[in-house]
């Protein structure tokens, strides 16, 4: 049973945004590391983003650097992921994912980032298609 569960996604064209949702009623996320992450169809799982536990440190992809922004609300106990100037080659299935990582077990964000395995808590995903 997941403990996240994520919205937000859609239909758009390209050059369009979408706003995605990653939420939970079981933690407070705020003490928590998130992850974006994606998969497209005959395409392994990618790293999108991460957001850290301690200091809110962030990592992007290169291929989303620059168009995607992660962010905390903890009002709202979530953790957004703003997706602008959306292309075709983000179509994918894209899944959030926590954990309680304390950062300084990794160098930097983006190892923790590229540590899926350490990730326990996944959504189901939302679908993300842009397309003209």
């Known amino acids: 049973q997941s403990q996240v569960a994520e919205s937000g996604g859609g239909l758009v064209q390209p050059g369009e945004s979408l706003r995605l949702s990653c939420k939970t009623s079981?933690?407070?996320?705020?003490?928590?590391?998130v992850g974006w992450f994606r998969k497209a169809p005959g395409k392994e799982r990618e790293v999108v983003s991460c957001?850290?536990?301690?200091?809110?440190?962030?990592y992007y992809a290169d291929s989303v650097k620059g168009r995607f922004t992660i962010s905390r609300d903890n009002a709202k106990n979530t953790v957004d992921l703003q997706m602008n100037s959306l292309k075709p080659e983000d179509t994918a299935v894209y899944y959030c994912?926590?954990?309680?990582?304390?950062?300084?077990?990794?160098?930097?964000?983006?190892?923790?980032?590229?540590?899926?395995?350490?990730?326990?808590?996944w959504g189901q995903g939302t679908q993300v298609t842009v397309s003209s």
């Open positions: 957001i850290g536990s301690q200091d809110s440190s962030t």
């Open positions: 079981e933690f407070e996320l705020k003490y928590y590391a």
């Open positions: 994912a926590a954990d309680f990582l304390p950062q300084q077990r990794y160098s930097s964000v983006e190892v923790m980032c590229r540590t899926i395995s350490d990730f326990n808590s």
